[in-house]
């Protein structure tokens, strides 16, 4: 049984880490918005609005999740999407070129950039600018990448 001496020592080194702890989170939560911008998650909804479509990729290409905005304009659901490779988005493929492009790119982990047709039915013959963003994430968990679809018809 330890004395309550101990039991002491033991509770203030505890509050200690969690004020410590405390602090670097409260870092964190500020260096991951600008302060004129409010919350986080108010933050990534807003953003969400400013592309056709907001998507998460993993390493080998294919589609883990996709925003509401993106499945209205296409007229699907999460489901029908997930799972999907990257180069042939809604079915249509790209060029090899374009496919080339996205093997490097995400082999690479670094961010990068590619035009491709637009794939929602109602929009044939537009384009679509994906910027594709590595997320860096604790490990061990799988990099993924938040990709924005930006209409550049």
Request: a negative charge.
């Amino acid at each position: 049984m330890l004395s309550d001496t101990a039991c002491e020592a033991l509770l203030a080194a505890r509050d200690a880490e969690i004020a410590a702890l405390r602090g670097q989170l409260a870092a964190t939560q500020l260096a991951a918005t600008s302060p004129h911008l409010g919350d986080l998650p108010n933050f990534v909804a807003q953003m969400q609005d400013l592309f056709v479509g907001v998507l998460t990729i993993n390493p080998q290409g294919y589609l883990t999740w996709a925003n509401s905005r993106f499945q209205t304009r296409c007229g699907t659901s999460l489901t029908q999407l997930l799972g999907q490779p990257l180069g042939k988005l809604g079915g249509l493929p790209v060029d090899e070129a374009t496919q080339a492009l996205i093997a490097m790119g995400l082999a690479s982990g670094k961010a990068f950039q590619f035009d491709l047709p637009d794939p929602c039915a109602g929009y044939e013959g537009g384009w679509l600018r994906m910027r594709l963003q590595p997320l860096r994430r604790p490990v061990p968990t799988e990099l993924l990448f938040v990709g924005m679809l930006e209409d550049i018809s």
